[in-house]
């Protein structure tokens, strides 16, 4: 069946995903094994672990976890924590080195998503690492304080090495940030959820075919997760790291919480919503007031992705086939939240301004390009222009300084999830109606929905190479593996 056919499937139903009595345990850094607790029907989150300094050692290899019961499953990670890697944290304004050594027995390459960084540091396709040699790459670390990410990036294996655990967090901090009231103690008020879905086959082996969506929520590579937080304001740095699927987030109770990061950074003000789309690769930070809640009492964040509109990611009414999963169409939890007593240090207030962002405008632009997506008929790969991507293949040239306005125009069959490398941009129109404010800030990934022009504007300054190419691409890795991704070159 097509992509097409199945999305011309009337909506059918929208059901809660119940949660089992499981355990979940893990490979901790030093190579042991550790059962979390197991409270009522859920599993405690696992929070991964820090890195702090210069110098970063990131060793990617076979590993294994629990990740349901029965056979433990198949993984690769870094630093043996199982699934998924350590959270790394850095300033801005450091000079950082990061050796990421390739203990796989077949090549991969380390992506540092939404880094501005020159292209041979920036770990897309041709940054190769062979199996059982280092990379070393080394750049000053120019973004704002913000929550990023990094994976692989090697073309037609992103998706199986994504599908086994390999990527972790990225931590940046700034001057501007942490002169802020704002919670900032990791694991306790400052929660990093990285949010996916895998499905199994024989022995719980992580399921390689071509489906698109998982059958079943992991956050932080945990099932029905749960954690304690504290009576006042907690911090969630959220990332949607899944193949395909978008989420649409929100709390049991529609309580308003505040968006307050995009990809690149603070916003200028807290933005309050009930409700807040992301796609594969975007990543938001939100401030939820928990101070009223009785300790005790407890609440879900979900994602409340039945009856979206068409072309959604996941909104198919389909469980089975390369587009089907259990969990399309549906509003489901993604963490189990309890109410605890606040701490000592508790933040109780809102900030009611975060930063001043100054954003390039139509009147700053120096040249425009518009972007076509293409393809995704029947057979026919999803593309950009008509154009799959090629090694040497170079599909746009920027000129050093120029500040561009690039529209990405879907009149497809599907959405997807733009990301262009080097730069952060701002979103400056789209062809449906007014940009929201909750996506005003710094961005690298933006949503496309089907039939919708969106029309960004970026600098691509600082660095320049004839031979090093950036890349833009759909961030759905199945998409990308498949050719739909491009290279630009900046020159002088």
């Not at 901090?173 to 499905?199: C, F, H, M, N, Q």
Request: glycine share 10%.
């Amino acid at each position: 069946m097509t992509k097409a056919s199945i999305l011309a499937l009337s909506v059918a139903f929208a059901l809660m995903i119940g949660c089992s009595k499981s355990s979940d345990t893990t490979v901790t850094p030093d190579g042991t094994s550790s059962a979390t607790t197991v409270s009522g029907t859920y599993n405690d989150l696992w929070i991964p672990p820090t890195i702090t300094g210069t110098t970063f050692n990131l060793t990617l290899a076979k590993t294994t976890k629990q990740m349901r019961t029965g056979s433990v499953t198949n993984t690769y990670s870094y630093n043996s924590t199982g699934f998924w890697g350590p959270t790394l944290i850095m300033n801005k304004g450091d000079f950082v080195k990061m050796n990421v050594t390739n203990n796989l027995p077949e090549a991969t390459t380390t992506h540092w998503h939404g880094f501005h960084i020159p292209a041979i540091m920036d770990g897309g396709p041709h940054q190769m690492i062979d199996a059982g040699t280092t990379w070393t790459p080394s750049f000053e670390i120019r973004n704002n304080a913000g929550t990023y990410w990094y994976h692989p990036h090697l073309h037609e294996k992103t998706k199986e090495q994504l599908t086994y655990g390999t990527g972790g967090l990225i931590i940046i901090k700034d001057p501007v940030e942490s002169a802020l009231a704002l919670p900032r103690t990791y694991g306790e008020d400052d929660i990093p959820l990285i949010l996916t879905s895998r499905s199994y086959g024989t022995s719980n082996a992580f399921d390689l075919s071509a489906r698109a969506y998982g059958d079943y929520q992991l956050t932080n590579g945990t099932s029905n997760a749960q954690i304690s937080l504290p009576k006042q304001f907690v911090r969630l740095r959220i990332l949607n790291a899944e193949i395909e699927r978008g989420y649409n987030l929100g709390f049991s109770d529609n309580r308003t919480f505040y968006v307050i990061t995009n990809d690149g950074g603070l916003l200028d003000a807290p933005v309050p919503v009930t409700r807040v789309k992301m796609m594969v690769g975007e990543r938001v930070e939100i401030l939820v007031n928990l101070g009223a809640d009785a300790v005790g009492s407890s609440l879900d964040l979900k994602a409340y992705n039945s009856g979206q509109a068409f072309g959604f990611p996941g909104g198919e009414s389909n469980s089975s086939g390369d587009f089907g999963s259990l969990l399309n169409n549906k509003d489901f939890p993604v963490l189990h939240i309890n109410v605890k007593a606040a701490t000592a240090s508790a933040i109780t207030a809102l900030p009611a301004k975060l930063t001043t962002n100054t954003y390039w405008t139509n009147t700053d632009v120096t040249n425009s390009r518009t972007i076509t997506i293409t393809g995704g008929q029947g057979a026919t790969a999803f593309s950009f222009d008509n154009n799959l991507y090629g090694d040497t293949k170079i599909n746009q040239t920027v000129k050093l300084n120029a500040v561009e306005k690039w529209t990405i125009t879907n009149n497809n069959i599907f959405g997807h999830s733009f990301h262009i490398h080097d730069i952060q941009f701002k979103i400056i129109s789209r062809s449906s109606g007014t940009v929201g404010t909750h996506e005003s800030g710094w961005k690298d990934t933006v949503y496309v929905p089907v039939g919708e022009s969106v029309s960004v504007i970026a600098k691509f300054d600082d660095f320049a190479s004839s031979t090093n190419a950036f890349m833009y691409h759909c961030h759905f890795s199945n998409h990308e593996d498949g050719g739909m991704m491009g290279q630009f070159l900046v020159t002088q």
